[in-house]
């Protein structure tokens, strides 16, 4: 199975340990981690941990996480990805450089995993979940067609979960 995703600007590929600098550089960046990891600057060796992970899930079950690039310039504008939620299924996860914030990045690459999910992978549901004060990702669930189900109580403040069904 080809795991690299394309959209009509952007290139999703799987996170390898070639990446972990650049990861770190991006996730530990305070405008980035704010509603990541509950806050949470991550060590190298969590970060080649969640890559670790990844390539696993890729390896057994077509899923992980994603550096997204712009098509025509290497530099990383982000990652998207799906993950376990708990016992609930599967969420899509993504985060964004702020250069590359207002641009509908997020929003393309989420929803190029969301249709893998959903499409080749077949799921009956993807789930997300957010920060209720990020205005910025709800906007993103929204327009993916996701619909809220529940709120619950995070680390950081309340968290709406959404779902999209097939």
């Not at 249709?115 to 080749?120: E, I, K």
């Amino acid at each position: 199975m080809n795991d690299v995703l394309a959209t009509e600007r952007l290139v999703l590929r799987p996170v390898r340990p070639g990446d972990l600098a650049e990861l770190r550089a991006h996730w530990t960046a305070p405008d980035v981690r704010r509603f990541l990891f509950d806050g949470a600057v991550l060590s190298s060796e969590e970060i080649a941990e969640i890559i670790k992970s990844s390539e696993q899930d890729f390896a057994t079950s077509g899923y992980g996480l994603w550096t997204v690039r712009r098509r025509e310039v290497a530099e990383l504008v982000g990652t998207a990805g799906l993950r376990p939620l708990e016992e609930l299924g599967l969420e899509v996860v993504y985060s964004l450089a702020p250069t590359a914030w207002g641009q509908g990045y997020a929003t393309e690459a989420a929803r190029a995993v969301l249709d893998h999910a959903l499409t080749t992978l077949g799921l009956p549901e993807v789930l997300a979940e957010v920060d209720e004060d990020n205005t910025a990702s709800v906007a993103v669930v929204e327009r993916l067609g996701m619909t809220p189900f529940e709120t619950v109580e995070g680390l950081l403040g309340p968290m709406v979960r959404y779902r999209r069904t097939r």
